[in-house]
Nanobody
Framework: QVQLVESGGGLVQAGGSLRLSCAAS??????MGWFRQAPGKEREFVGR????????YYADSVKGRFTISRDNAKNTMYLTMNSLEPEDTAVYYC?????????????????WGQGTQVTVSS
């Protein structure tokens, strides 16, 4: 059974940092990504990583502040978030994709975690 389990969310002041983790079990994936959804807004792409090569791609809104990394041995993906802004407040979801084509479209991801809340206070 495939499971994605996120952890690491919480409350942080603007300018602070958090690191989210997403532990995958049940199989390996070609790519994994992070998405977020703020109240009243649609789910949006944050970034993704090619599991084999480690190459990453980010949304413009987080580029230079967020970093995705992975630990192959633990089958775990991380999202390190620096210089957090109140606009980053959202539920953050990790997602995994079986296919090798890299995409930022949520509908093309096959598995999802339960989400973890990140709240940035001003």
């Amino acid at each position: 059974q495939v499971q994605l389990v996120e952890s690491g969310g919480g409350l942080v002041q603007a300018g602070g940092s958090l690191r989210l983790s997403c532990a995958a079990s049940g199989r390996t994936f070609a790519a994994m990504g992070w998405f977020r959804q703020a109240p009243g807004k649609e789910r949006e792409f944050v970034g993704r990583i090619n599991w084999t090569s480690g190459s990453t791609y980010y949304a413009d809104s987080v580029k230079g502040r967020f970093t995705i990394s992975r630990d192959n041995a633990k089958n775990t993906m991380y999202l390190t978030m620096n210089s957090l802004e109140p606009e980053d407040t959202a539920v953050y979801y990790c997602a995994a994709r079986r296919g090798i084509v890299m995409t930022i479209v949520a509908a093309y991801y096959d598995y999802w975690g339960q989400g973890t809340q990140v709240t940035v206070s001003s």
